[in-house]
């Protein structure tokens, strides 16, 4: 069945700097993607989508790229903030059924 | 607002009591979900409605009940049978398409006590 997997955490870096996590995906045909962040104690947001590949999802600085080549949906952002710290969830949908398949969760923490 | 309320924050549960997590939502969407998560993990569901009156078994459904009387409403009962329910729920409500996020609620924290 399809699948997420994402980069083990959990991940510590310091104000400013680059930040990456890694998610790829098993699926049959060709599913949307997408990130959702969890801050403490609260539901899931979702950050970012992309539909088809190729296609880049953008918000609040971060980003992602559909890519069918290598299965993957990596995100990305340039200058991480002390509010970025939350836990980031890799998702794809199954559209048969219009469920979504969740990665584990990668923690993020965010130093001044 | 539109949006999806989960009600209550904090749920506790004696043992062989069965407790039901209320979710509404006003988002005017289809399809309803409820997912377990635990301390480190990912997102589980437990079961699913795609229209009222219908619903799903998901990957963890064996000691949880659901029902789907109005669009509006998805309440889960944790029952008795569910030996380890101490966990986060999650409630989410997504429209038709495949390439429709789903929205979610502020979570219940349920615990035994």
């Known amino acids: 069945g399809d699948s997420v997997t994402q980069m083990e955490g959990p991940v510590t870096l310091s104000e400013e700097a680059f930040l990456t996590i890694n998610c790829t995906y098993t699926a049959t045909g060709y599913p949307s993607l997408f990130w959702y962040v969890q801050y403490p104690g609260e539901g899931l947001q979702l950050l970012l989508k992309a539909t088809k590949a190729d296609d880049k999802g953008s918000n609040k600085g971060f980003e992602a790229t559909y890519r069918k080549e290598t299965t993957s949906f990596h995100l990305e952002k340039g200058s991480v903030q002390v509010s970025d710290s939350a836990v980031y969830f890799c998702?794809?949908?199954?559209?048969?059924?219009?469920?979504?398949?969740f990665g584990q969760g990668t923690r993020l923490t965010i130093n001044p | 607002d539109g949006g999806i309320t989960q009600s209550p924050k904090y749920l506790f549960r004696k043992e062989g009591q069965n407790v039901t997590l209320s979710c509404e939502q006003n988002?005017?969407?289809?399809?309803m979900y409820w997912y377990r998560q635990d301390p480190g993990q990912g997102l589980r569901l437990i079961y699913y409605s795609q229209i009222v009156n219908d619903f799903q078994k998901g990957d963890i459904a064996e000691g949880y009940s659901v029902s789907r009387e109005k669009k509006e409403s998805f309440p889960l009962t944790v029952t008795s049978a569910q030996k380890n329910p101490t966990a986060f729920y999650l409630c989410?409500?997504?429209?038709?398409?495949?390439?429709?996020?789903?929205?979610f609620g502020d979570g219940t924290r349920l615990s035994i006590l």
């Open positions: 989410a409500t997504g429209q038709s398409g495949s390439n429709q996020p789903q929205h």
């Open positions: 998702a794809l949908s199954d559209r048969g059924a219009q469920k979504l398949v």
């Open positions: 988002l005017n969407h289809d399809a």
